[in-house]
């Protein structure tokens, strides 16, 4: 009788380490898919940002091209006032 209670508490000893291993594993698979997924984002921002900042830089670009026309306008119409 012992020795078959020892086999019982060997063979659950057994299962308990085999789920234990098991679920490292499918915790493991899921950090991996988390730090995947992170990257990813980062990746999406770092673009998202840069092609924000370049239709900033255009739209600033055109701004001041507007204004330095505008400006050539008004001293050509201020030229020919005095005139």
């Not at 594993?25 to 899921?30: F, G, M, P």
């Not at 940002?49 to 055109?62: G, H, L, N, Y």
């Not at 026309?69 to 201020?78: I, Y």
């Amino acid at each position: 009788m012992k020795k078959m209670f020892a086999i019982f508490i060997a063979m659950l000893f057994v299962v308990s380490l085999s789920f234990a291993v098991s679920g490292c594993k499918k915790s493991e698979e899921a950090a991996t898919k988390v730090k995947e997924a992170t990257k990813e984002a980062a990746t999406d921002v770092k673009d998202a940002t840069k092609d924000a900042a370049a239709k900033v830089k255009d739209a600033t670009k055109e701004a001041a091209t507007e204004v330095k026309d505008a400006t050539t306008k008004l001293k050509d119409a201020a030229k020919e006032a005095t005139k």
